[in-house]
């Protein structure tokens, strides 16, 4: 019985990837899905930050309102950077699977801060609020981004204005 090098070497390729393909695309499920709940993270942030800047007013409830749903997502921060999501187009760092236990520590951190914020959001002080704010920005959020998500990649917008010299691009005017 002669064995064709189709079946000896392509088949097991093919079988391979077939296999990976549901893998892979689970995987980037989870990068989409980080992403989504980091933007719902951000738009909170954002709305809370017009409060307390004074930019809108901003009653007791929305403040309790804002502050609990950011203590939520706060709680699901952990179940979003599952093993295996660490490539792609993300700014999630390698270092947070290299080194669990510091990463952990800065999501118990957010889970702390955003509970005690969410506190304090019942008291209706909004000085208090604000400050509470503040640390959490700092001690959680800052604490993350400074050693867990890498910078933005450059925009061709961004680029374009880096290199742009009297009003040319690259030395093609009007680009710029």
Not at 28 to 36: D, H, L, P, V
Not at 100 to 110: C, Q, R, S, T
Not at 142 to 149: D, E, P, Q, T, V
């Amino acid at each position: 019985m002669k064995v064709s090098l189709l079946r000896i070497f392509i088949l097991p390729f093919v079988i391979l990837v077939l296999g990976a393909g549901p893998a892979l695309a689970q995987e980037e499920g989870a990068i989409k899905y980080r992403k989504a709940v980091m933007k719902a993270v951000g738009g909170h942030m954002g709305a809370m930050a017009g409060i307390v800047k004074g930019k809108v007013k901003g009653s007791q409830k929305e403040m309790e309102a804002l502050s609990h749903a950011m203590r939520e997502l706060a709680s699901i921060t952990p179940l979003i950077f599952p093993e295996g999501s660490d490539f792609g187009e993300t700014r999630a760092l390698e270092v947070i699977w290299q080194k669990p236990k510091e990463f952990k520590k800065v999501l118990d951190a957010f889970l702390a801060e955003a509970t005690k914020l969410a506190e304090i959001s019942h008291s209706g002080d909004k000085q208090a609020f604000g400050a509470q704010f503040k640390a959490m920005g700092k001690n959680a959020c800052g604490a993350c981004h400074k050693n867990f998500r890498g910078k933005k990649k450059n925009s061709l917008a961004q680029l374009r204005s880096t290199y742009s010299i009297g009003g040319t691009c690259f030395g093609r005017p009007g680009v710029g």
